[in-house]
């Protein structure tokens, strides 16, 4: 099994110095996905996946396209749910992700005030993945290690989404606890490729991290976070 998970590119998180809930992407943002269409042009996926916010959904649009397949929205890729900054201030949603970074360790479980709880998203990624791989025939094996059951192994997949999301993914195929840092732990640029592939064990399958945030098609300009 050979898993694609694609960072949405360029977002426009502020126009005009206010700032924008859900945003679209920016110009370049738009060429960052042109170009990532183009790299995964001759690839061949079985299945498609995309969240349903509208950067992920842009980032998607040319990479659809190019497969000549269908949009399929997948609402647990959604990032974290950030508090309410629509038509705010730039400089507040700036300050308030400054001051949760000078938080103690444990304190940054809470994440931003007004948005979702870090705990509280990594739970639902984790929940989401599960449910959604055991439909297709993908679970963890009762075992102390992570062992997986693949009923699929040739299968090709990919998914649209974001930097915390694939993040916080990548913990789960891996079997690593998860952090209130995922964003940290695994950096993730725009319009990024990070590759996972299941590895034959004795008694299931474990999940490799081959590549990761791979942007060698984007020109050095477009090389954004």
């Not at 099994?1 to 859900?22: C, K, T, Y």
């Not at 980032?59 to 974290?80: M, N, S, Y």
């Not at 732990?185 to 490799?208: C, K, N, P, Q």
């Not at 945030?213 to 050095?220: C, K, Q, R």
């Given at each position: 099994?050979?898993?694609?998970l694609?960072?949405?590119?360029?977002?426009?998180?502020?126009?005009?110095?206010?700032?924008?809930?859900n945003?679209?992407?920016?110009?370049r943002?738009h060429?960052?996905?042109?170009?990532l269409?183009d790299?995964?042009?001759?690839?061949?996926?079985?299945?498609?996946?995309?969240?349903?916010?509208?950067r992920a959904?842009?980032?998607?649009?040319?990479?659809?396209?190019?497969?000549?397949?269908?949009?399929?929205?997948?609402?647990?890729?959604?990032?974290i749910?950030?508090?309410?900054?629509q038509?705010?201030p730039?400089d507040?949603a700036?300050?308030?992700?400054?001051?949760?970074?000078?938080?103690?360790?444990a304190?940054?479980w809470k994440g931003?005030e007004g948005g979702?709880?870090v705990?509280d998203?990594t739970k639902?990624?984790?929940a989401?993945?599960t449910?959604?791989?055991?439909?297709?025939?993908i679970?963890?094996?009762?075992?102390?290690?992570?062992?997986?059951?693949?009923?699929?192994p040739g299968?090709r997949?990919?998914?649209v989404a974001?930097?915390?999301t694939?993040?916080?993914?990548?913990?789960?195929l891996l079997?690593?606890?998860?952090?209130?840092?995922?964003?940290?732990r695994?950096?993730?640029?725009?319009?990024?490729?990070?590759r996972?592939?299941?590895?034959?064990?004795g008694?299931?399958y474990?999940?490799s991290l081959?590549?990761?945030?791979?942007?060698?098609h984007?020109?050095?300009?477009?090389h954004?976070?």
């Amino acid at each position: 099994m050979f898993i694609s998970l694609i960072r949405h590119a360029e977002p426009e998180w502020v126009r005009d110095g206010f700032s924008q809930d859900n945003p679209p992407l920016t110009a370049r943002g738009h060429r960052q996905a042109r170009r990532l269409a183009d790299r995964l042009e001759r690839e061949h996926f079985d299945h498609v996946y995309v969240s349903p916010l509208l950067r992920a959904r842009q980032t998607a649009a040319p990479i659809l396209d190019a497969q000549r397949r269908g949009e399929v929205i997948e609402p647990w890729l959604e990032e974290i749910r950030s508090p309410i900054w629509q038509g705010n201030p730039a400089d507040k949603a700036e300050a308030a992700y400054r001051e949760e970074k000078r938080r103690p360790a444990a304190e940054r479980w809470k994440g931003l005030e007004g948005g979702e709880a870090v705990s509280d998203f990594t739970k639902r990624i984790h929940a989401g993945a599960t449910k959604f791989l055991a439909e297709r025939g993908i679970y963890r094996i009762e075992h102390e290690l992570p062992v997986w059951h693949v009923e699929e192994p040739g299968d090709r997949l990919a998914f649209v989404a974001h930097a915390g999301t694939n993040s916080v993914f990548i913990c789960h195929l891996l079997g690593l606890s998860p952090t209130p840092w995922e964003w940290e732990r695994f950096v993730i640029g725009h319009a990024t490729i990070s590759r996972l592939e299941a590895l034959r064990l004795g008694d299931g399958y474990t999940f490799s991290l081959t590549r990761l945030a791979d942007n060698t098609h984007l020109i050095e300009d477009d090389h954004t976070y």
